[in-house]
């Protein structure tokens, strides 16, 4: 099979390439990337027009929540990826935070078999750090790792026992695996349902001062530094956390970090009037937070963009604020808001393009990021331009729970390609998806 996509401004991070040019594939890989006036198309070639559109490495997401199985009634992987390739993300890695938790070969076997008979996103499973997220005794790492995980973490459960952390990154690191922690101290949260602060007085609710976050990347990059390993801070969310990386990056430590959408577009304000849509874990903080990791992003101290895509029904969001659960979808509204950052602050696309293909890539040592000749052909062909409002009957994910709903967007990802096969283009609708 042959494929053209032609004239688009094609942008490589990996190769610093960025020029007006054909991408040709063969048979699900990158055969060649010239100059328009020097292709010579076949006539049984398939072509694809992409002028005005930027063509780039196919996006890949580190930190979503698939759900399934156990939470079927949230996300299943086919649902998961469906919202994946409409947000422009050819792979996607998946959080053990699932029932039962993907502790053990079985489990990351079952994903990765759910994500064949899908046929949309590459999946790529991340394992538990620890027995049932329980934090107490190490998974079944080396198992994990030849079923096919690559990463190890217990995201939305943070590893207390500082001891365990060292046995995790000492362990994982004779698999070449990261261990991505999700930084909370629970006994200075004290419970606590959004950021400690001028908004949490205001509605009376029990805050999280940041030092939670703090001490706890703290205590792991103090681990790090004895043990070697490799760490990844997920959804770093304050000023104190961005610099606390800034500096062990200057040191050499092999650490890594990523920002979600949410934590640099909304403050603590979006909770006002108990916004149960704007409750996550870590919370949303204050806007000097915001502009450092804005700022940690433009200088490279955080590595990537990640969704933390994470879906909940209805009625798990329409409570209480103290009982709604945290989080809110992401895939389908990541590179919109990340491009309305990048305009913002005049962010590079190169280097934004990288943070959202090349670098998490990198970090997972999975395939894809690359546009080179003989690599995947995963590709996301984007409209920057193109202005659309986030409707809740448009959202591929089986959840809604986000507070972007209604917003006018601008940029987005209008075809995208896994493999040298077309998973995505904006405007049509596969089998058995209703309008």
Partial sequence: MSLWVRGGLVIDPARDFEAI????????????????????????????????LWVVPGLVDMHVHLREPGFEYKETVASGTAAAVAGGFTAVAAMANTMPVNDCAAVTELILERARMAGLARVYPIGAVSKGLEGKELAEIGEMHRAGVVAISDDGQPIQDGALMRRALEYAAMFGLPVIAHEEDRQLGQGGVMNEGEWSFRLGLRGIPKAAEEAMVARDLAILERTGGRLHIAHISTAGAVELVRAAKRRGLPVTAEATPHHFTLTEAAVAGYNTQAKMNPPLRTEADVRAVREGLLDGTIDCVASDHAPHHEDEKRCEFDRAANGIIGLETTLALTLAMARETGWNRKRMIAALSTNPARILSVP???????????????????????????????????????????????????????KWRLGERRQGETE
Wanted: aromatic share 4%.
């Fill in 21 to 52: 040019a054909d991408v040709h594939i063969v048979d699900g890989r990158i055969a060649a990337i010239s100059e328009s006036s020097s292709t010579s198309i076949q006539s049984d070639d398939t072509v694809i027009p992409a002028e005005g």
């Fill in 368 to 422: 894809g990021g690359t546009l080179a000749v003989g690599a995947p052909a995963d590709l996301t062909l984007i409209d920057p331009n193109l202005k659309w409002v986030l409707h809740p009957e448009e959202v591929r994910s089986r959840s809604k729970n986000t507070p972007f709903l209604g917003w006018e967007l601008q940029g987005r990802a209008v075809m995208t390609i896994v493999g040298g096969e077309i």
